[in-house]
């Protein structure tokens, strides 16, 4: 049951559903700005966009929705426009998106955050754990091997697919 889910039950509003899957969904269109930025080009087949680690060719890494720091302002943004329902499940939504991210993904502590990022000009080799970074390849890289060989259980193949 997603975050979403759990808000359109409490609600009964069909509207907070959408909200919360929006904020936790539609955080994730900058990637696009990124994958254009290194490919010069966007490609509709979802795998090979999926499967693009597009910072290790730009050397960048901007992903300028992902950041801690929104998380008030959408929550001032909703509350005033709609109200404390609205507000918390937007503001929700984007922390769990932001929050499995950065416990997934191989950003340093303070990575999801735009500022850290823009201070560091958004080189990737300075926003990267480079030591989790090689981890998270090679285990990628093993369960590839296993999905080439057949042997790739349905977890892996989530895995390899969503991270």
Known sequence: MGLGTLFWARSRDIWTLVISLLFGVLVDLD????YFYAERRLTFDLHEFLGTRYWKKSGRLF????GFEYLPLVYL???GLK????AVAATSAMSVHLLADHLLNELR???YFVLYR???GFRAADILDLPKSRRLEAARAQR??????GHLTLRGRLINFFV
């Open 63 to 66: 992903v300028l929705f992902h």
């Open 77 to 79: 943004l909703w509350q």
């Open 144 to 149: 590839e091997a296993q999905g080439r060989a």
């Open 109 to 111: 502590p303070l990575g």
């Open 118 to 120: 823009l201070a560091h």
């Open 31 to 34: 990637h696009l700005f990124d």
């Open 83 to 86: 109200g404390r329902r609205w």
